[in-house]
């Protein structure tokens, strides 16, 4: 028997209570009623202590219910040993449709010791394959609680991916063999397409080893492509069943004010937003405003304000000036969201050296929804040494070792112990 709270025993030396309590305890005389002493002779007076035990058995019991308090808070367990297999197989869900992992599950043994590597780590035998999640798992989250299973050997069939490694790597006391599927093909995928006055603008994704990325101006009439009835969503040649929008080709808009000290600062950032409207093969329209005009009613993409005065509110990014001889960078995020601060006067060597266009062109944030889309596509595969964990050794015997907790046991056998004692007690009259 082990104890999970054993400091809470100290408080057995409450037992010396009730023990006491009995000891110095008087029963109450009988008192008899006589209508006369005068025949009663007097008998030899007999000296005895005060200190003697009363009602044996009650005090038994209240024993019985201090100590069973005191076991009861320390929360007695009994030690079992844990069943475990010799190896277990865990695969990574998104792997079941694949014809090669399907053949293996038949050959393998079925029973518990195939499990799928997700949270909780089920058995494969009684999960709903249809309801299984289809998110990314992370390896080394799951890995840390690998050493849930009682095996002596894991296999784990895994996709690989770089996107699924985050955090540090675990340290763990199960030794772990990672099987790498490969499931990648050479092809690409289409992932951005856009209006332009000569046909399409078409990004696409390969993931062999690295992610290329290749942009393309294609006609409308390409062969290359399959363009849909309404002319919204297209197709890659011998890929029709993934279909992207096509985007239009609106207008970059920019507000912009600045004072005559910053006439040079805006010279250079105009040049960078020209060089923009190039590499975009986008019109980007430059409106001055002043600092009554009321911006709201404007639609724009950014707000360009290098003056002394407070710039208005507005819904897009803000370039605003802020000198800061110690910053690292020419831009820097404010406090707001979409706030940037230009840190520094520009020159040409700082417009260049800095990458200007670069900034401004992040501040456009003109593909802000191709993250998602390109992490969601990012299947770059690591090696299997790269997924291996740090191994720790333990004791097997100790880690194997269970425990049953019996605390809800003695609380039922409290509870009759105080009922008999209270009966007891009220028989007694104590």
Same mark, same amino acid.
């Given at each position: 028997?082990?104890?999970?709270?054993?400091?809470?025993?100290?408080?057995?030396?409450?037992?010396?209570?009730?023990?006491?309590?009995?000891?110095?305890?008087?029963?109450?005389?009988?008192?008899?009623?006589?209508?006369?002493?005068?025949?009663?002779?007097?008998?030899?007076?007999?000296?005895?202590?005060?200190?003697?035990?009363?009602?044996?058995?009650?005090?038994?019991?209240?024993?019985?219910?201090?100590?069973?308090?005191?076991?009861?808070?320390?929360?007695?367990?009994?030690?079992?040993?844990?069943?475990?297999?010799?190896?277990?197989?865990?695969?990574?869900?998104?792997?079941?449709?694949?014809?090669?992992?399907?053949?293996?599950?038949?050959?393998?043994?079925?029973?518990?010791?195939?499990?799928?590597?997700?949270?909780?780590?089920?058995?494969?035998?009684?999960?709903?394959?249809?309801?299984?999640?289809?998110?990314?798992?992370?390896?080394?989250?799951?890995?840390?609680?690998?050493?849930?299973?009682?095996?002596?050997?894991?296999?784990?069939?895994?996709?690989?991916?770089?996107?699924?490694?985050?955090?540090?790597?675990?340290?763990?006391?199960?030794?772990?063999?990672?099987?790498?599927?490969?499931?990648?093909?050479?092809?690409?995928?289409?992932?951005?397409?856009?209006?332009?006055?000569?046909?399409?603008?078409?990004?696409?994704?390969?993931?062999?080893?690295?992610?290329?990325?290749?942009?393309?101006?294609?006609?409308?009439?390409?062969?290359?492509?399959?363009?849909?009835?309404?002319?919204?969503?297209?197709?890659?040649?011998?890929?029709?069943?993934?279909?992207?929008?096509?985007?239009?080709?609106?207008?970059?808009?920019?507000?912009?004010?600045?004072?005559?000290?910053?006439?040079?600062?805006?010279?250079?950032?105009?040049?960078?937003?020209?060089?923009?409207?190039?590499?975009?093969?986008?019109?980007?329209?430059?409106?001055?405003?002043?600092?009554?005009?009321?911006?709201?009613?404007?639609?724009?993409?950014?707000?360009?304000?290098?003056?002394?005065?407070?710039?208005?509110?507005?819904?897009?990014?803000?370039?605003?000036?802020?000198?800061?001889?110690?910053?690292?960078?020419?831009?820097?995020?404010?406090?707001?969201? !979409?706030? %940037?601060?230009?840190?520094? #006067? &520009?020159? /040409?060597? *700082?417009?260049?050296?800095?990458? $200007?266009?670069? =900034?401004?062109?992040?501040?456009?944030?003109?593909?802000? !929804?191709? %993250?998602?889309?390109?992490? #969601? &596509?990012? /299947?770059? *595969?690591?090696?299997?040494?790269? $997924?291996?964990? =740090?191994?720790?050794?333990?004791?097997?015997?100790?880690?194997?070792?269970?425990?049953?907790?019996?605390?809800?046991?003695?609380?039922?056998?409290?509870?009759?112990?105080?009922?008999?004692?209270?009966?007891?007690?009220?028989?007694?009259?104590?």
């Amino acid at each position: 028997m082990a104890f999970l709270h054993p400091a809470y025993l100290w408080g057995l030396l409450g037992l010396a209570i009730p023990i006491a309590i009995h000891l110095w305890s008087k029963k109450e005389g009988q008192v008899i009623k006589i209508g006369s002493v005068q025949l009663l002779k007097e008998s030899d007076s007999k000296q005895t202590s005060s200190i003697s035990p009363n009602e044996f058995w009650l005090l038994l019991l209240r024993l019985c219910i201090v100590a069973l308090v005191v076991i009861c808070m320390a929360e007695p367990t009994f030690r079992t040993k844990a069943s475990y297999n010799d190896i277990t197989y865990l695969i990574e869900p998104s792997l079941l449709s694949n014809n090669n992992i399907k053949s293996m599950i038949d050959t393998l043994e079925a029973g518990n010791n195939m499990r799928l590597l997700q949270s909780g780590f089920p058995i494969y035998a009684d999960s709903d394959l249809e309801s299984i999640s289809s998110s990314q798992p992370n390896y080394w989250q799951l890995a840390q609680e690998l050493d849930q299973l009682h095996t002596d050997s894991l296999v784990v069939f895994t996709n690989g991916y770089f996107i699924n490694i985050l955090g540090a790597r675990p340290t763990i006391s199960s030794k772990v063999n990672w099987v790498i599927i490969d499931n990648q093909s050479n092809s690409q995928t289409a992932i951005f397409a856009e209006r332009k006055a000569n046909g399409l603008e078409i990004i696409t994704q390969a993931t062999v080893g690295n992610i290329n990325f290749s942009k393309s101006q294609v006609p409308l009439n390409s062969k290359l492509i399959h363009i849909n009835a309404s002319k919204d969503s297209l197709a890659l040649a011998g890929k029709l069943t993934e279909k992207i929008k096509i985007q239009d080709n609106n207008e970059i808009r920019i507000l912009y004010h600045y004072e005559p000290a910053f006439t040079s600062d805006f010279h250079f950032i105009k040049s960078a937003i020209q060089a923009i409207s190039i590499h975009l093969n986008t019109t980007v329209s430059l409106n001055e405003i002043s600092p009554n005009d009321p911006i709201d009613n404007q639609e724009h993409d950014l707000l360009i304000w290098l003056s002394k005065i407070e710039s208005p509110n507005s819904s897009g990014a803000q370039l605003l000036f802020n000198s800061d001889s110690l910053s690292n960078s020419l831009f820097a995020s404010g406090k707001v969201s !979409n706030r %940037y601060y230009l840190t520094k #006067h &520009l020159n /040409t060597e *700082i417009s260049l050296k800095e990458n $200007l266009a670069e =900034h401004i062109l992040s501040l456009l944030d003109q593909h802000k !929804n191709l %993250y998602e889309t390109i992490q #969601h &596509l990012d /299947t770059r *595969i690591v090696s299997d040494s790269e $997924l291996q964990t =740090h191994y720790k050794s333990i004791d097997k015997s100790r880690q194997l070792a269970g425990h049953v907790p019996i605390s809800k046991w003695l609380w039922l056998i409290l509870v009759f112990i105080i009922c008999c004692e209270r009966i007891l007690a009220s028989v007694r009259k104590q």
